[in-house]
Nanobody, 114 residues
Framework: VQLQASGGGLVQAGGSLRLSCTASGSIFSIRTMYWYRQAPGKQRELVASITSEFSTKYADSVKGRFTIARDNAKSMVSLQMNSLKSEDSALYYC?????????WGEGTLVTVSS
């Protein structure tokens, strides 16, 4: 199983970014997909998740600003991030639980300038 994330970059506070993650090697449509982030000196935290039935959950810190979505035909999960704040700056990772293991893609860096 491989995950490939993209879409990070530098954006001003209040701006928007859209992250994407494509998956291969598993039956994507049945897997819950997750976005995590890790800021320097902090623990990795769960940002959002979306189940195979398109049920979503969000961390309180991003509710109302971030939207997770999935496209099963493309084996892709996205994270639309609006009204970005400096505290959203982090490495963002997509994640899938497979065969009892955490599968991580390479992180994509989001930097929000204030």
């Amino acid at each position: 199983v491989q995950l490939q994330a993209s879409g990070g970059g530098l954006v001003q506070a209040g701006g928007s970014l859209r992250l994407s993650c494509t998956a291969s090697g598993s039956i994507f449509s049945i897997r819950t997909m997750y976005w995590y982030r890790q800021a320097p000196g902090k623990q990795r935290e769960l940002v959002a998740s979306i189940t195979s039935e398109f049920s979503t959950k969000y961390a309180d810190s991003v509710k109302g600003r971030f939207t997770i979505a999935r496209d099963n035909a493309k084996s892709m999960v996205s994270l639309q991030m609006n009204s970005l704040k400096s505290e959203d700056s982090a490495l963002y990772y997509c994640n899938q639980k497979y065969a009892g293991k955490d599968i991580w893609g390479e992180g994509t860096l989001v930097t929000v300038s204030s």
